[in-house]
């Protein structure tokens, strides 16, 4: 049987298989919510049990968009994926059913589900990004359309029309007369003329 199989009918028969899993409440989330921006290390060293402190590590490793930040968020989910199956198996999971979105304390392992898929993907693990991906829709529809869905949606690229400019015809300017005012010369200095020798003079006409 296929997976895609499997997955129609745990949907389309309810009543059918495997009762959901519900976790127990994760003590890590009411301390994050408090003070998680500051003593967040801090609240993981503490609770390493908790899939919803290294499912926020490696969310925000993928941020980082770089190799370095990739791999390690291949670490901590895959992390929180294997402390989730841990308590997924203490609450009575035999492997398989479903995993509700919808029960709080179950999102940190969906998360690290995802954020697995995700970082295996990016460094090269088709075969395990597909595996985990298929696992989440498995497991809740809602969750995967949370968390697959609007990461997978990319908005098309939108491209401006031309814009044609209006052809802008120049009035006319008439160019106004004008008027030259009247120039008066002024005196000049006596220092300013030059001096003539006698010599230079011309000589008077003999009459």
Request: hydrophobic share 40%; with cysteine.
């Amino acid at each position: 049987m296929s997976q895609d199989h499997t997955h129609q009918n745990l949907l389309a028969a309810p009543g059918a298989g495997p009762a959901p899993t519900e976790l127990p409440a994760d003590p890590a989330v009411a301390l994050i919510a408090e003070r998680g921006r500051e003593r967040f290390m801090e609240i993981v060293a503490a609770h390493p049990a908790s899939s919803l402190c290294w499912a926020l590590l490696a969310e925000g490793s993928l941020r980082i968009g770089s190799r370095e930040g990739d791999v390690a968020a291949y670490a901590y989910a895959r992390t929180g994926y294997h402390r989730g199956l841990d308590a997924l198996r203490r609450a009575g999971w035999k492997g398989a059913g479903p995993i509700p979105w919808e029960h709080v304390p179950n999102r940190g392992f969906l998360r690290a589900l995802w954020a697995l898929a995700q970082a295996a993907r990016r460094i090269g693990e088709a075969e395990e990004y597909e595996r985990c991906a298929q696992f989440l829709r498995d497991s809740s529809e809602t969750a995967y359309t949370e968390l697959a869905l609007p990461s997978a949606a990319k908005p098309e690229p939108v491209t401006p029309e031309p814009v044609t400019p209006e052809p802008v015809t120049p009035e006319p300017v008439t160019p106004e007369p004008v008027t030259p005012e009247p120039v008066t010369p002024g005196p000049v200095a006596p220092e300013s003329v030059p001096l003539v020798s006698r010599s230079e003079a011309p000589a008077a006409d003999a009459g």
